[in-house]
């Protein structure tokens, strides 16, 4: 079977970060987001997986070229955006091959949802259109439904203003459907699955709605990006951290799960790392440095006595001597935090920035 995955939003939700990597290639437990949905995809028997790709459609393309755990993959590019159900349209050629029903995700999606259950659901119930649908507490975020007992989704609302939700069931980003959608997408335009597509098909009565419980989060935000690193780690670190190939860890420095220590990383003396961290590949704790609820990406260089609790660290940057990086603070790839610098909470460093005097407001540090 063949799954579209949507690839080329601008994530402006997650600047700084998005502002040097795709949405998809933020790491999770230091392998990218696009990787961990590879793998489910391929377990489920997908063999061909077409990224519909827009914004920085090279990084993707260089880092993950056109094979992953045995699913063929091929990139439908746009000369603009073409918003949700565009790129879907732009990419008919290699959807309707076979007239088979196909999957189309969204790439931001991190979810352990039955991809099999899905199509199984949807064949059973002769729709054109099925959607998997998560319980959340609050629904105003998303595109919320109306379901019949029989999963007939009734009323699709996206974004609903408060008190107009008719469900706390969102669509959680992952549909099946058959290839006569296409035909009511129109060609060469920026087009909204949530807003037209999804709502013309229900009106029509062919939408179902799969429900499912388990593993979702959408990492729109920063405050999701944290929770679901937080989550794999109580999943898959609980009681012995996740420590990488060739790690040194010196005997005096402690890393404590749970967290993640990416490959060839190394822990100085009286370094501590943990609880909650996820440090990428090739970073550099230093001596008496302390790292906890927080993401550190790869290549990073944490010199002595430095703190960063709560926050997360782009590629490639350098937190200085004494420097103190407070809770929900977000540094860009390539940044220099000089020595004894203080970050407060909540502020954000844009990439190849150096700060070399504390910032003790919250904000941006453009
Ligand atoms: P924000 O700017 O933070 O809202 O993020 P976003 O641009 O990624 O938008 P959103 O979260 O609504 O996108 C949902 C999914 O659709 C994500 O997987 C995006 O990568 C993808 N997406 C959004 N817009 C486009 C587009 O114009 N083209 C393609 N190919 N994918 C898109």
Not at 13 to 23: E, F, I, M, V
Not at 68 to 77: D, L
Not at 96 to 116: A, M, R, T
Not at 268 to 289: F, I, M, Q
């Amino acid at each position: 079977m063949k799954a579209l995955i949507l690839a080329g939003g601008f994530g402006t939700r997650l600047r700084p970060l998005s502002c040097t990597r795709p949405k998809l290639m933020f790491p999770v437990l230091n392998r990218e987001l696009l990787d961990w949905t590879l793998e489910r995809l391929s377990k489920s028997g997908v063999d061909r997986v077409i990224l519909a790709v827009n914004h920085m459609a090279d990084a993707l393309e260089r880092s993950f070229r056109y094979s992953r755990y045995g699913i063929e993959i091929v990139y439908s590019r746009e000369s603009r955006p073409l918003g949700t159900g565009g790129p879907i349209k732009n990419a008919e050629g290699f959807l309707i091959e076979g007239g088979e029903p196909f999957f189309v995700l969204n790439g931001d999606v991190f979810s352990d949802v039955d991809y099999g259950k899905i199509v199984k659901f949807h064949e059973d119930r002769g729709a054109k259109a099925t959607i998997a649908l998560y319980e959340v507490e609050d629904p105003g975020r998303f595109g919320v439904v109306e379901l019949s007992k029989e999963g007939r989704i009734m009323r699709f609302v996206e974004k609903p203003k408060p008190g107009e939700a008719p469900s706390r069931l969102v669509n959680a980003g992952v549909y099946v459907l058959d290839p006569s959608v296409l035909d009511i997408i129109p060609h060469g335009r920026k087009v909204s699955t949530e807003r037209k597509v999804f709502p013309a098909l229900a009106r029509e009565g062919s939408l179902c709605g799969y429900r499912f419980d388990g593993l979702w989060i959408d990492i729109g935000l920063p405050e999701d990006y944290f929770l679901v690193n937080k989550m794999m780690l109580r999943s898959l670190a609980a009681d012995e951290p996740l420590v990488g190939k060739n790690v040194k860890v010196h005997e005096t420095a402690k890393v404590v799960a749970p967290s993640a220590v990416g490959d060839g990383s190394t822990v100085a003396e009286d370094a501590e790392v943990g609880p909650y961290a996820v440090v990428g590949r090739g970073v550099e704790v230093g001596k008496g440095s302390r790292i906890d609820g927080s993401i550190v990406f790869q290549g990073v260089i944490v010199e002595s006595f430095a703190s960063i609790r709560g926050a997360i660290v782009g590629e490639d940057s350098i937190v200085g001597r004494w420097a103190k990086i407070e809770e929900g603070c977000i540094v860009g790839d390539h940044a220099l935090i000089g020595d004894n610098v203080t970050l407060t909470r909540n502020v954000e460093i844009c990439p190849f920035r150096e700060v070399r005097s504390s910032i003790l407001e919250p904000g941006k540090v453009m």
